[in-house]
């Protein structure tokens, strides 16, 4: 089952602009993941964020994590065409290191 | 460093025939994992090794799929017989220990069932 859903299911911005997508979840995490899936491709780890952290930044990533709402964000800055991708949210349990995905968010950054 | 291999990268069966998918981790990486991808869903952990153990098999649907990992190393995923339902991308992931939460993930394997 999908423990985590993104919204908006897509989302459409011009080179330069931010992007912003959400990941809400339902049960207790240890730690919560953003991936990043080309069309066709693998996934790949964009952050990792832990149940007691708020915030985290990388590069033009910035994630931020409220426990007490259950629900993450991802914020991309200044984005480029390269950047169009669909983005999961993963959340991961204490005690193993199991993930579950969440539904996606389909990002087109358009020249 | 390499990453994780997946072969075949595209299937095409028909329905009742049987398939396989074979994946190589990141050398060292003790952890496997094999997902299932459904278009437009997120990924669905089958199948979790440490080395060749089973960790969590939970939501594999053990009358079809069947999975292994003799020695440690490689992986099979196979489905005998298939359903037009099991068309879907299947990802092998790879991570260096349990406690290393980070899972590298091989290019993974379209299957479409005719």
């Known amino acids: 089952s999908q423990q985590g859903e993104e919204d908006p299911q897509a989302l459409s911005i011009q080179e330069g602009e931010n992007a912003t997508m959400n990941c809400s979840y339902k049960?207790?995490?240890?730690?919560l993941q953003w991936y990043r899936q080309n069309s066709g491709r693998g996934l790949v780890h964009l952050i990792l964020?832990?149940?007691?952290?708020r915030e985290k930044h990388s590069g033009r990533l910035r994630v931020t994590l409220d426990t007490s709402k259950k629900s993450s964000s991802l914020l991309i800055t200044a984005s480029r065409a390269a950047d169009t991708a669909s983005y999961f949210c993963?959340?991961?349990?204490?005690?193993?290191?199991?993930?579950?995905f969440g539904t996606g968010t389909q990002l087109k950054v358009e020249l | 460093e390499a990453g994780v291999a997946q072969s075949p990268r595209y299937k095409i069966i028909e329905k009742r025939q049987s398939v396989a998918f074979w994946c190589n981790p990141i050398?060292?990486?003790?952890?496997l994992y094999w997902y299932q991808q459904i278009l437009g869903q997120g990924p669905k952990l089958l199948i979790q090794?440490?080395?060749?153990?089973?960790?969590?098999d939970s939501q594999l649907p053990k009358d079809r799929f069947s999975a292994e990992r003799l020695k440690g190393v490689d992986s099979t995923l196979k489905i005998q017989p298939a359903k037009l339902e099991d068309s879907a991308v299947y990802l092998c992931?790879?991570?260096?220990?349990?406690?290393?939460?980070?899972?590298?993930f091989g290019p993974g394997t379209r299957l479409l069932v005719l």
């Open positions: 992931a790879s991570s260096l220990e349990p406690v290393r939460e980070t899972q590298y």
């Open positions: 049960t207790s995490i240890n730690n």
């Open positions: 964020i832990r149940s007691n952290e």
């Open positions: 993963a959340t991961g349990v204490r005690g193993g290191n199991k993930l579950t």
């Open positions: 050398s060292g990486h003790a952890t």
């Open positions: 090794f440490q080395n060749n153990g089973v960790v969590d």
